[in-house]
């Protein structure tokens, strides 16, 4: 999952980028005070099915069925309206988003209008028929993720025996079709370890971008902290990998890093701002300011299938409004001279964490909650707490003790 | 495949990978280049030497042809252009156009 073009990323070029190429981001042209322009790019998780059962999922914890996802007409319908109102990146997710029949009839149709697009895919499901019948439909980027560099790791990770060689397939066929390729790879306690290893396959692999991302905890992966959580020792290691690999291969991979915030003292600024530059779309058609913000109960979402068009949606409805800004913020954010700097971090970590959405962001070190999280995230680092909740259709499926003998293909996927 | 690390000369063919699009964006009345993961907004003279790198046209006659528009020193114009298509071949968002090797 990628938290595109939101900027707790390390690598991102932001105002500072160079500038002896006459370019600009867009985004830094901004004013903060514009009333809130449509976003550059936007995320749709076309379904929730996934043959992959991965402990930190950060699908939402009650999942789209697939009798409510937007059929094909209705997601070329989005298409064309995101197209119109001037968004100009689509980024099909999911779930896994080749699990739906209709993908290269909505890449093709996105090509159609214009709109430039990104398959963030676990590949699992992919032929090379259909990555080459997504190439020819015009889709521009394949961002396929990894949960190790070797399968025993890897596979055990994703819940699906075979999965890490069908991906390491996928990704050379991605590279034969001249397509650039990301490699996602989503870090935690069990395997760090693998960080400069991962690296090397990414370089392997010929892919341009690697995100090195932390795990995020919310829904799903809330409930696998204990046995995901990294050490401080671990998290520092990394550090130090990421930033000599980005100057070793400068110019020819890109590494995006997404820092793990239960141990920084400063919260993200989550998607830039809730409701500043992003916004998702669900399966079921309902328009997120994060793809995680259904995990905030007592949040109405507007969806596609309203009588509102998204352009309402994302400038007038209630769920947007509720935190945009600063006016909603109660201390120690209302005061704090980095409110506009971090716009009081994650409203689905304040939430998840201490009950109200509304909340500082525990992640912040002036929170009241942070001291009590810090440590109890410390102590189940050092845990040795390592079994897996799956994350699957079935609610989710305790990984066994003798799990490496007992892998098997996932029976509640896709 | 596209080639990465290209170093950039008047007898270069740049051209911009299949994955990079140029475009001009009608509701924010500006053009941008289209990328993995990003939107960049090049200004004017970058456009117009980018509508420029066909994967036909070398450098030197880029250079040629917008010393003769902009009535400027050959030479200053050289200097730029190479510079700013390194730095974008550099950021990926320019490949070479390759001799046929067959």
């Known amino acids: ?414 | 495949m596209a080639s990465r690390n290209i170093s950039v000369s008047e007898t270069s063919r740049p051209k911009l990978p299949r994955h990079t699009k140029l475009k001009f964006d009608e509701t924010r009345q500006v053009w941008v280049i289209l990328a993995p993961e990003r939107v960049l907004a090049p200004d004017e003279i970058a456009v117009e030497v980018l509508q420029l790198c066909d994967g036909v046209r070398s450098v030197a006659a880029m250079v040629d042809q917008l010393a003769e528009k902009y009535a400027a020193p050959r030479e200053a114009i050289a200097t730029d252009v190479v510079a700013m298509l390194q730095d974008l071949a550099d950021k990926g968002f320019l490949t070479e156009a390759r001799e046929s090797t067959a």
């Open chain 1, 1 to 414: 999952m990628s938290d595109t073009l939101a900027d707790n990323k390390t690598a991102s070029p932001g105002p500072n980028a160079a500038p002896s190429d006459g370019l600009a981001v867009l985004e830094s042209r901004r004013s903060a005070a514009e009333t809130y322009g449509i976003p550059l790019a936007v995320l749709l998780e076309v379904t929730h099915r996934c043959p992959l059962q991965c402990p930190y999922c950060s699908n939402p914890v009650e999942l789209d069925r697939g009798s409510t996802e937007l059929s094909t007409e209705e997601w070329k319908k989005v298409l064309s309206e995101l197209a119109e109102l001037g968004v100009l990146q689509i980024h099909f997710s999911g779930g896994e988003p080749t699990a739906r029949k209709d993908i290269v009839e909505l890449v093709q149709h996105a090509s159609d209008v214009g709109l430039y697009s990104n398959l963030i895919t676990s590949a699992v499901l992919l032929t090379k028929d259909k990555l080459s019948a997504l190439a020819d439909a015009g889709l521009s980027h394949v961002q396929i993720s990894f949960q190790g560099n070797e399968p025993n790791v890897a596979d055990r990770v994703a819940g699906l025996k075979d999965a890490h060689k069908k991906k390491l397939e996928v990704a050379k066929w991605t590279r034969e079709l001249d397509m650039p390729l990301t490699v996602n790879a989503v870090m935690h306690r069990q395997n760090l370890h693998q960080l400069s290893d991962i690296i090397q396959m990414a370089l392997d692999l010929d892919a341009d971008r690697l995100e090195v991302a932390n795990v995020q905890y919310y829904g799903w992966a809330l409930k696998n902290r204990a046995a995901l959580m990294p050490t401080i020792e671990q998290i520092e290691e990394t550090s130090r990998i990421v930033e000599e690999a980005q100057a070793r291969l400068k110019g020819t991979l890109a590494i995006d890093y997404v820092v793990p915030d239960y141990y920084a003292l400063r919260p993200k600024k989550c998607m830039g701002g809730w409701g500043r530059q992003f916004f998702n779309i669900s399966p079921a058609g309902k328009v997120l300011p994060c793809h995680a913000a259904e995990s905030i109960t007592g949040l109405e979402f507007e969806s596609v299938r309203s009588n509102h068009s998204i352009a309402w949606i994302w400038q007038n409805s209630e769920a947007f409004n509720r935190y945009r800004g600063t006016g909603w913020m109660p201390e120690p954010c209302k005061s704090c001279e980095f409110r506009e700097v971090d716009y009081g971090g994650c409203r689905c970590q304040a939430f998840a964490l201490t009950g109200d959405a509304g909340n500082a962001d525990p992640a912040c070190a002036l929170s009241p909650r942070h001291e009590e999280i810090f440590k109890q995230a410390e102590r189940e680092s050092a845990g040795t707490q390592n079994r897996f909740l799956y994350r699957n259709f079935a609610g989710g499926t305790l990984e066994s003790n003798d799990h490496q003998d007992k892998l098997q293909d996932n029976p509640n996927g896709a």
